[in-house]
């Protein structure tokens, strides 16, 4: 009865403390449990580098670093290749190393609210990636290999200074959200006419006067359009007869 009245009470504490087995908010600790460190929560600590120790937690699968100074993921990223988040949002990140494209593991990537101009080539690597932030960055374009990403499902690539997208984007046919409102788009390639499971598209305040490819017309499980008073529209989507389709104007 003894032990059993210890073992709740300990449960008890896990529970209430917040307490997750392999769950460390501190460099140090988890330093102390290399082999059981599995997700490193070091959001808001102001750092301006990801700490060198970090690197050493090899079985490391989640690491947050929300909101931080953070200016460089550096090439030390590959030491951590079992990782399957990465959360570098509102940072100040200005350059990823293409040593990114060794987490083959990844499957949510995010770098949303930072400085970013461009992103390497390597990322086109992450075969594994299901979700991409890139929300509220700098990005003037995207490389090719973004078409390699066969298990992206969700992008977002709202808010930066976007002019159009790589014709490989179409290779990703497994993507269901596609968010590229408010950008500098002059063009849309036709090739996104390929993203057949695409539901959700987001082009509202994209680019002025941008014209839709009618491309777009072969979406046929395309559920929600969002789009702005300047948005040239597709007949055929005007006048598409799928009851679950829905124009929506922002």
Known sequence: MKTF?????????????????????????A???KNDAKILNLSRDGLTEIPDGVFQLKNLEELILFKNNITEIPVE?????????????????KRISGEIGQL???????????????????????????????????????PAEIGNLENLAYLYLDHNDLTTLPPEIGQCKNLALLYIG?????????EMGNLSNLAELDVAGAGPLLDLPASLCNLTK???LFVDE?????????????????IILK
């Open 104 to 142: 083959t593991q990844l499957k949510e990537l995010s770098l949303s609210f930072n400085e970013l101009e461009t992103l390497p080539g390597e990322i086109g690597n992450l075969k594994n990636l299901e979700e991409l932030k890139l929300q509220y960055n700098n990005l003037k374009a995207l």
């Open 182 to 190: 408010k950008n500098s788009m002059e063009r849309l390639p036709s």
């Open 5 to 29: 009245l210890w073992t709740g009470a300990l449960i008890g504490l896990l529970f209430t403390s917040g307490c997750k087995p392999g769950k460390y908010t501190s460099i140090n600790s």
């Open 77 to 93: 990223i590959s030491n951590l290749k079992n990782l399957k988040r990465l959360v570098v949002s509102r940072n100040d990140l």
């Open 31 to 33: 330093l102390k449990n």
């Open 230 to 246: 300047t948005t040239v529209i597709p007949y055929c989507l005007q006048g598409k007869l799928n009851p679950r389709f829905h």
């Open 222 to 224: 395309l559920e929600y």
